[in-house]
């Protein structure tokens, strides 16, 4: 079974420019989390999909990040304009049905960002 | 902000039995406690996951005290590959990560 994928694994863009990663699900799993480290710092919570709705978008930093997962599959998240401190690494996971927060979340390798 | 506390780093060496505890004072009731091992360069992988008492599986052991203030997470006989860094969750949705434990296992 094939795990979760991101794309790109590492971006490098300038200030002011769009960036899109974006991230499969395992098959099947309806839950799909967001979550990025940036400066070292710790892993924080972005947004979480329950197939195509937002369940919770309570850490996204500001209106420049705009994620989205039409058909329940995969997911973009578009960062419009990029900021120096947007840099960092963006994971994304994935867990089974169910609203519960008990089941596994699956961790993809992660988008490295570079914002210059 | 983080709802767990476990230290930063800790040492050994090959062979050995490593136990890291974890302070969790306020968990919610509903709260599970899940631990994960990430690598450099990879994601976080789950390990186990607990509500109380003692559970194992092939890679590790999770010992919660009836209060469930705390929780050990213990791996026996490590190896070099077992380097990585530790995180205690609180998992009732969305995981929240602290710093977590930077293991080194040494020959």
């Known amino acids: 079974e094939a795990g979760v994928t991101q794309f790109p694994s590492h971006s490098v863009i300038e200030k002011g420019q769009t960036v899109t990663l974006r991230c499969d699900p395992i098959?099947?799993?309806?839950?799909l989390y967001w979550y990025r480290r940036v400066m070292g710092k710790e892993i924080k919570f972005l947004l979480h999909?329950?197939?195509?709705?937002?369940?919770?978008e309570s850490g996204m930093p500001n209106n420049r990040f705009l994620a989205e997962r039409t058909g329940g599959t995969y997911s973009t998240l578009k960062v419009q304009p990029a900021e120096l401190e947007d840099s960092g690494v963006y994971f994304c996971?994935?867990?089974?049905?169910?609203?519960?927060?008990?089941?596994?979340?699956?961790f993809g390798p992660g988008t490295r960002l570079t914002v210059t | 902000l983080a709802k767990t506390t476990q230290p930063i780093s800790m040492d050994s060496y090959e062979g050995q039995e490593v136990n890291i505890t974890c302070s969790h004072n306020?968990?919610?009731?509903?709260?599970?406690i899940t631990w994960y091992q990430q690598f450099p360069s990879q994601g976080p992988r789950f390990i186990i996951q607990?509500?109380?008492t003692k559970v194992t599986n092939e890679v590790a052991s999770l010992f919660i005290p009836a209060d469930r203030k705390s929780s050990t997470l213990s791996l026996p006989r490590v190896s070099l590959s077992d380097t990585a860094v530790y995180y205690c969750?609180?998992?009732?949705?969305?995981?929240?990560f602290g710093q977590g434990t930077e293991l080194s296992v040494k020959p």
């Open positions: 999909f329950v197939k195509e709705s937002k369940q919770d």
């Open positions: 996971a994935s867990s089974q049905q169910g609203t519960s927060g008990f089941y596994e979340q699956y």
């Open positions: 969750l609180e998992q009732g949705g969305k995981l929240i």
């Open positions: 607990g509500y109380k």
């Open positions: 098959s099947g799993h309806d839950n």
């Open positions: 306020n968990i919610a009731t509903n709260d599970y």
